[in-house]
């Protein structure tokens, strides 16, 4: 049975949220790839759309958008998802989990696309009337 935790990135406030999922809802993101827009049903998001943004397996792997099906590979990476270089021209070799969703990952990154005031939907308004 999968389960996830999923990452709600809000751009239109900066803010995050974290969500477990798991049965039906964790079964949605399964053989999705990064990219693809959903509904926001799973992660309590009724009127939403979000895309997959990126995420990572159990021991910290990266998710790549390059790496097609939900194998790991190694790259030569310069930079980017998954190594960031110390120093101008450093290469180095990096283990990377591909872009498809499966059992082995454990985090999932989702960027919300449509839909408004998602800390309301998700029940974490802060209450901010109480500030003067």
């Keep these: 049975m999968a389960e996830f935790k999923v990452v709600i990135a809000d751009p239109d406030s900066g803010e995050t949220f974290q969500r477990e999922v798991d049965g039906q809802d964790a079964n949605r993101f399964l053989g ?3 990219g693809d827009e959903i509904g926001g049903d799973a992660v309590g998001l009724p009127e939403h759309t979000i895309a997959l943004t990126g995420g990572s397996d159990e021991t910290g792997r990266p998710m790549r958008e390059d790496v097609s099906g939900t194998r790991l590979k190694e790259l030569l990476l310069e930079g980017g998802v998954g190594f960031k270089p110390s120093r ?3 290469r180095k070799r990096i ?3 591909g872009r498809e969703i499966d059992d082995d990952i454990a985090q999932i990154n989702v960027s919300v696309v449509d839909g408004d005031d ?4 998700l029940g ?3 209450g901010d009337a109480d500030e003067e």
């Design 32 to 34: 999705r790839e990064l």
């Design 88 to 90: 101008e021209g450093e």
């Design 95 to 97: 283990t990377v989990r």
């Design 118 to 121: 998602v800390a309301a939907a």
């Design 124 to 126: 974490e308004d802060d």
